[in-house]
């Protein structure tokens, strides 16, 4: 089964720093371009940041560009994002999605979410 | 950046009826790159259609899409009591990917 579990969300003071995990299974990960989305509380859906199968290519949307890290561990079909000074409006749930990748992105696999949550 | 406006806001039907989405883009999707999903509370978007009008696999054929340029549309030929739910287009032919804000299917 295709499948894919993000981990590490949770409660953090704004300007602090949280690690976001994504294990993925059933499919070739090495293949695949990976996503990170995010959907605040009664908001619709953000693009956060996308790798390319081999890490060459690596997007972020503005708001997040300096602040937010994305990588890939394809050994450990891993998909990672580590965000520092975190700020209220990062409160969110945080989804990992597949795409096909060579510039093909609509997300065809998503994960169930992890939370994350910004405050004092 | 690519702007989506998605209308209506929300659409009020029953069981049975058709529905019609509108995602309309502040410039031109490069090759029609264009997805739709669908999210149902507390749950992950399931991806529909992609390219404007390929169906995704698994998804009934009361679904479509179409549309070109800026103008596009998915439909629900005859609306089951599962596909009450938001729905969102996304574009990916040009960074940054956008998301419309979504068009929510509420039961009349």
């Known amino acids: 089964e295709v499948q894919l579990v993000e981990s590490g969300g949770g409660l953090v003071k704004p300007g602090g720093s949280l690690r976001l995990s994504c294990a993925a299974s059933?499919?070739?990960?090495?293949?695949?371009?990976m996503n990170w989305v995010r959907q605040a509380p009664g908001k619709g859906l953000e693009w956060v940041s996308s790798?390319?199968?081999?890490?060459?290519?690596?997007f972020y949307a503005d708001s997040m560009k300096g602040r937010f890290t994305i990588s890939r561990d394809n050994a450990k079909n891993s998909l990672y994002l580590q965000m520092n000074s975190l700020r209220a409006e990062d409160t969110a749930v945080y989804f990992c999605a597949r795409a096909p990748g060579s510039g093909i992105d609509y997300k065809d696999v998503w994960g169930k979410g992890t939370t994350v949550t910004v405050s004092s | 950046e690519i702007v989506l406006t998605q209308s209506p806001g929300t659409l009020s039907l029953s069981p049975g009826e058709r529905a019609t989405l509108s995602c309309r883009a502040s410039?031109?999707?490069?090759?029609?790159?264009l997805a739709w999903y669908q999210q149902t509370p507390g749950q992950a978007p399931r991806l529909l259609i992609y390219g404007a009008s390929s169906r995704a696999t698994g998804i009934p054929d009361r679904f479509s899409g179409s549309g070109s340029g800026t103008d596009f549309t998915l439909t629900i030929s005859r609306l089951e009591p599962e596909d009450f739910a938001v729905y969102y287009c996304q574009q990916y032919g040009r960074s940054p990917r956008t998301f419309g804000q979504g068009t929510k299917v509420e039961i009349k």
């Open positions: 790798v390319s199968s081999d890490s060459r290519y690596i």
């Open positions: 059933g499919f070739t990960f090495s293949t695949y371009s």
């Open positions: 410039q031109s999707v490069n090759n029609n790159f």
